[in-house]
């Protein structure tokens, strides 16, 4: 099937797009192998096992299949070791270890012997049963590992490189953000293993146009982007006269000043002319190692690349826009530039022209006009008296009172409204939430009577925030990733099935690698308002949120903040 592009499902899902012989008909791909993921190719091969009315492809696991054919029982491979992590069910530490070719996972027990960045040599001792690597290392006949790529084990070939990438200089910058990218190269797809240059100087422009139509940024080539390895560009200059579609085909020079021509020439063909005036490109170079450095400013109009397609920075992933997305990116834009006028004093007028303050009003209504929050939030729904209190103490012992308690060792004191049989109780921890319903602290708890069982976590963990819920609320959750991006997102409370006890695990929030910061409830009366903020079950581990820097989301972000300031 033909590749036409990488897209989100409502639920925030990506799939790959795909046609066949019929363009007119669309299918969806989910779940696709690394190296084809991030490479796109051209053509997509995948065993169907059928196709739902939506469009969407169950297909057998092709993994097995290729990882078959691309390595061999009982030979010896080079892998670099990309993160170390924890199973999310067993807790095992594994590696997750990267190729040319795709990641694998390699379990280990004891010590860490690698750490994030290291190469090493393993043999593929075998495949599961879907296919995936059975890695172990490679040992002397005295059964002790054997050392990286010592001669005696790997070919010379395997040997040069691992000594070679030992040896590269580390920059000193950040991990990728809102306003960093690394890139390797302007000429191999990641995943490939041939040169395209075509084809990844487009990925580049995407970056470079989304930083111009987001916050600006600063984009390095010729950097690894886990290892921050200065892999240099001089791989790249001998194929800058290969893209028969430049007009200036075979007038580059192989140097530095030949890849910032190639990179300005492309620009000018696929970006309007602003774009070039935006852009800084600098070369730097460390132990020989040649890199470059384009330092990219924010756009005050939209920079479309190819003439429609509209890219906008969302964290350190690039984001088309689509639709309505576009013309509130647009709106967004032109308020900015409004409010830029707004600031001048010095604007020379004609004669017989409006006076500069009336002009200044009218602008200024019309951006109060476009940013509006409806002034009239809906009215929520009356809570009524309060019946009693939840009184939870530092030590973990709890109880029912009518009262508020002015004892020191209180940790949170929670309002039980009458009529509320059917509610839950929520205890939101920092990344996942556990609800009990609020008949169970009935059981038993005769209102002032010291509970000695404790009402947190077996694990020890205390909750960050406690709430009683109607069924119907939403749980907002404000959290910040290993990235330091800031997200929200809502879940409904009815998403989780309420455990028998309050120390129980509960279900995650957010992924492992983000933390929430704050918690707050909002009614089911504001639903319609802030939908496109609100994270289905399925996808609870799986989607931070919404970014709070969104421009596509931002009036409901603003929303939802008016709200729960109210």
């Known amino acids: 099937m033909k590749v036409v592009d990488i897209r989100k499902d409502s639920a925030g899902h990506d799939y790959i797009t795909l046609h066949d012989e019929d363009p007119s008909k669309e299918y969806r791909v989910y779940n696709i192998l690394k190296c084809q993921y991030e490479s796109l190719p051209e053509t997509l091969y995948v065993t169907v096992k059928s196709i739902d009315v939506f469009g969407k492809i169950k297909f057998q696991q092709d993994e097995a299949r290729l990882n078959r054919e691309h390595y061999q029982k009982g030979k010896l491979y080079a892998f670099e070791v990309a993160e170390v992590k924890e199973d999310f069910h067993t807790k095992d530490t594994f590696y997750v270890l990267e190729d040319d070719f795709t990641t694998h996972r390699m379990f280990f027990k004891g010590e860490q012997k690698y750490q994030v960045g290291d190469s090493c040599v393993l043999e593929v001792a075998g495949f599961n049963d879907r296919g995936n690597l059975k890695l172990k290392e490679v040992t002397h006949a005295d059964k002790k590992p054997v050392e990286k790529a010592v ?49 990844q100087l487009y990925t580049v422009l995407k970056e470079l146009t989304a930083f111009m139509n987001t916050d600006g940024g600063t984009l390095y080539i010729g950097i690894h982007d886990r290892t921050k390895k200065v892999i240099g560009i001089e791989g790249d200059y001998k194929y800058l006269n290969d893209d028969e579609e430049d007009d200036y085909n075979g007038c580059y020079k192989e140097d530095k000043d030949g890849y910032e021509l190639k990179i300005r020439n492309t620009m000018d063909k696929l970006c309007p002319s602003l774009a070039n005036s935006l852009t800084t490109i600098s070369f730097e170079s460390m132990k020989g190692n040649d890199y470059c450095k384009i330092d990219v400013k924010p756009a005050r109009r939209p920079i479309f690349l190819s003439g429609t397609q509209l890219y906008v920075r969302q964290g350190n992933r690039v984001k088309l826009l689509k639709g309505d997305e576009i013309t509130f990116f647009i709106t967004e834009r032109m308020s900015i530039s409004i409010k830029d006028i707004l600031d001048t004093d010095g604007i020379q007028m004609g004669n017989g022209s409006m006076d500069i303050d009336k002009i200044k009003q009218i602008m200024r209504s019309l951006i109060n006009e476009r940013r509006a929050i409806p002034k009239d939030l809906p009215k929520p729904k009356s809570l009524g008296e309060i019946d009693y209190w939840i009184i939870w103490y530092q030590n973990g012992t709890w109880k029912r009172s009518r009262q508020q308690s002015p004892e020191k060792e209180v940790y949170m004191q929670v309002p039980v409204y009458k009529n509320l049989n059917t509610s839950l109780v929520a205890f939101c921890y920092e990344t996942r939430v556990n609800t009990v319903k609020l008949n169970e602290f009935k059981k038993g708890a ?17 909750p960050k925030q406690i709430y009683v819920m109607e069924p119907t609320d939403f749980i907002v959750g404000y959290s910040i990733d290993s990235n330091n991006i800031e997200y929200v ?15 129980a695990q509960g279900g995650a929030f957010v992924p492992d690698n983000t933390r929430i910061e704050t918690y707050a409830v909002l009614g089911a009366e ?9 994270v289905k079950k399925a996808d609870r581990s799986k989607i931070a949120g919404t970014p709070l820097s969104s421009p596509t989301h931002k009036e409901e972000i603003e929303y939802l903040e008016k709200v729960l300031k109210n």
């Open 151 to 199: 001669k005696d084990v790997v070919d010379n070939t395997e040997d040069k490189l691992a000594v070679l990438w030992k040896s590269l200089p580390v920059l000193n910058v950040g991990d990728e953000s809102q306003t960093l990218e690394l890139k390797t190269s302007i000429v191999f797809p990641p995943g490939e293993g041939k040169a395209n240059i075509g084809k």
């Open 446 to 462: 005769n209102m002032n009577k010291l509970q000695t069982k404790k009402w947190w976590s077996k694990s020890g963990e205390i």
């Open 489 to 503: 997102k809502l879940h409904a409370i009815s998403d989780y099935k309420p455990s028998s006890t309050a120390g």
């Open 526 to 534: 504001h639903k319609k308002k802030i939908e496109h903020l609100i």
